[in-house]
């Protein structure tokens, strides 16, 4: 799964400190391997935002304030949110595990205080991941995201942890072989 | 240039000589941790995903039944089922069954499976908790745990230390929790954002390994990466009978460099509670002395070990839960609850009202056992309190020690315990 180079979708724009039991109660932490079904409940524990799920076109992008997905490792945050048809998470600032687990997942994310500071509900976003610069049509503005250190491009760019995991295995086997 | 424990353990584990903050490395891993709701996705990606058909160490793993077991519904049975499996076919060496194990962060120190020195990895964010014995530890997803499984390494970004230092020593009544709870109520759930928190001081030497791991439980309340504390007298009598390896203690360099000191003077601490709907949302037992309570729940990898329990038996001992509140106790482990009927300490929980339950993480995360519904209050000795966190999101938790849990209980408001027991009995305070 290659990344495209430009996402194009509606805004959601959530707050700060939002946490894992928000973004994904842990009820539905059964449906653990079904993302379509997490995808269903994803930011369902957010006060204001039930039902918020439903109303999401694939393509749209989530952006928030800072601290984004702190609290719980688990990886079904993430997976709830790309299963909600999310494409793109924009954050002031990540929580750590939140954050490797979607670079694990080979998930786009970006880190752009300017975006979460003048993004609002509704704004139609265009972002350029590889130039990191994302584009309000709805404002007018444009924001530069923060550049992550190079492995992690590298692994976002394979496609996450998974195929990296593959390839290291092979290499291994081959050391095992000789 | 000195380096701090966290910067010793993670250039040991990466074969370097030296790490600095900012550094990504590949590390080799000590241990490794994964329970029913982590080990079902993480075998899947391993095995379909990853393509390996075997762990690189059966002996360095542990599994646990814990979030929703025993089973809640006929879902939770097939994660049980998968993570039952799973282990069984990977030959994992500390596999632990319903009534055998219990809560990951109380089993894995009790049975000295994690030790100074190393550096371990769990799938679930409390597992920082090991941290209180001198270690490096820290919480992963699934597919990082795919990974270690299926490799024995993982990577990291080596983090900034944050020193925390404590002076004098804590006062009558005050806990552990108490201690940390006013500690993220300074700094706030992000004030140590993907750093290492490094605990020392005179307030850390007068309590025991319980109480320590109380501290390092909660690093991730701050957001740090991990918590970490120094390997002493006390460190060393826990792990005397316990320990399943060799183990080398490490301490931090003198001219070791840290982003920032934090002193506090422990004598000052008072007892205090997290008010809703935030850990770091910290105030004074004073403040909020008096308000009604629906229920009360002690449990948890936080505050729900042995000498939890002595004191909130030593509260509730000739006393009844109140009318109009619930009690629900969930020891932290298997072996928890041996000692707690040894002691007769369920007996004096049965004869005061409280539900008492098998060990198991339950109602600290709204699984079961004691959901919250809408507008209900709840007293808990859990870790995080934020909005759904232990069922319905409207309903309001406060996070307090034991004793103060066991206190109001009794009373059915929020309560300091000595309104209840004139005074904590030596041994257990």
Not at chain 1, 128 to 138: A, K, Q, S, W, Y
Not at chain 2, 293 to 302: N, P
Not at chain 2, 381 to 390: C, L, S, V
């Amino acid at each position: 799964m290659t990344l495209p180079k430009v996402i194009r979708g509606r805004a959601w724009k959530f707050g700060a400190n939002i946490d894992t039991d928000q973004i994904i109660p842990a009820k539905y932490a059964i449906y653990s391997l079904d993302e379509k079904e997490l995808g269903k409940h994803a930011m369902e524990g957010v006060p204001g935002r039930e039902g918020w799920a439903a109303q999401v076109q694939p393509g749209d992008i989530l952006v928030a304030d800072s601290n984004f997905g702190c609290g719980s490792s688990r990886e079904i945050a993430p997976v709830a949110i790309r299963g909600a048809g999310i494409s793109l998470v924009i954050a002031d600032s990540y929580a750590r595990i939140f954050f490797r687990n979607a670079i694990n997942m080979g998930y786009p994310i970006m880190q752009s205080p300017q975006a979460a500071e003048a993004v609002e509900d509704g704004d139609e976003l265009e972002v350029d991941l590889e130039e990191g610069v994302i584009r309000n049509f709805t404002k007018g503005d444009e924001y530069r995201s923060e550049a992550f250190p190079k492995f992690m491009n590298e692994l976002l760019k394979m496609g996450g942890l998974v195929p990296w995991v593959r390839q290291r295995l092979q290499e291994r086997r081959v050391a095992a072989a000789r | 240039m000195g380096m701090t424990m966290t910067e010793k353990i993670l250039a040991r584990g990466s074969g370097r000589e030296s790490v600095r903050p900012g550094d990504l490395i590949l590390a080799k891993v000590d241990f490794a941790m994964g329970h029913d709701l982590t080990i079902p996705p993480a075998g899947k990606i391993m095995r379909e995903q990853m393509g390996a058909e075997k762990i690189w160490d059966p002996d360095r793993v542990a599994v646990t039944q814990d979030h929703f077991q025993p089973a809640k519904d006929a879902a939770s049975a097939t994660l049980g089922r998968l993570t039952r499996e799973f282990s069984h076919q990977m030959g994992v060496k500390w596999y632990f069954e319903v009534g055998q194990g219990g809560i990951c962060h109380t089993v894995l120190p009790e049975h000295g499976l994690v030790l100074p020195g190393e550096l371990v990895v769990g799938a679930d964010s409390h597992s920082c908790t090991y941290g209180a014995l001198n270690n490096f530890a820290t919480g992963i997803g699934s597919t990082d745990l795919a990974c270690v499984l299926a490799l024995g390494e993982l990577w990291f970004r080596v983090p900034e230390t944050l020193k925390f230092v404590y002076h004098n020593r804590l006062q009558e009544w005050v806990e552990a929790k108490d201690l940390i709870l006013y500690v993220i109520g300074k700094i706030g759930v992000d004030g140590a954002r993907s750093k290492a928190m490094e605990h020392v001081g005179e307030a850390l030497k007068y309590i025991d390994m319980e109480a320590r791991l109380t501290i390092t439980n909660m690093a991730i309340e701050a957001g740090a990466k991990n918590g970490i504390l120094e390997f002493d007298e006390v460190t060393r009598e826990y792990l005397e009978d316990r320990a399943k390896r060799p183990y080398t203690p490490v301490s931090s360099d003198p001219d070791a460099e840290y982003e920032k000191v934090f002193e506090f003077d422990a004598a000052a601490v008072e007892l205090g509670v997290a008010k809703p709907m935030s850990p770091d949302n910290y105030a004074p037992l004073s403040e909020v002395e008096g308000t009604r309570l629906d229920q009360v729940f002690i449990g948890s990898c936080t505050n729900s070990r042995i000498t939890d329990l002595r004191r909130a038996a030593a509260v509730l001992e000739g006393h009844k839960v109140a009318d109009g509140v619930r009690l629900i106790i969930t020891p932290s482990s298997h072996q928890v609850a041996i000692q707690a009927e040894r002691e007769g300490l369920i007996g004096t929980f049965l004869a005061a009202g409280a539900a008492w339950t098998t060990a198991t993480c339950g109602a600290c995360l709204g699984g079961h056992m004691g959901v919250l519904g809408e507008g209900e209050v709840c007293l808990s000795t859990t870790n995080r309190n934020f909005p759904g966190r232990m069922g319905h999101p409207k309903a309001m938790v406060y996070l307090s020690n034991a004793a103060v849990a066991a206190a109001s209980a009794v009373t059915g408001v929020i309560t300091h315990p000595r309104e209840v027991l004139k005074k904590m009995p030596a041994g257990i305070a």
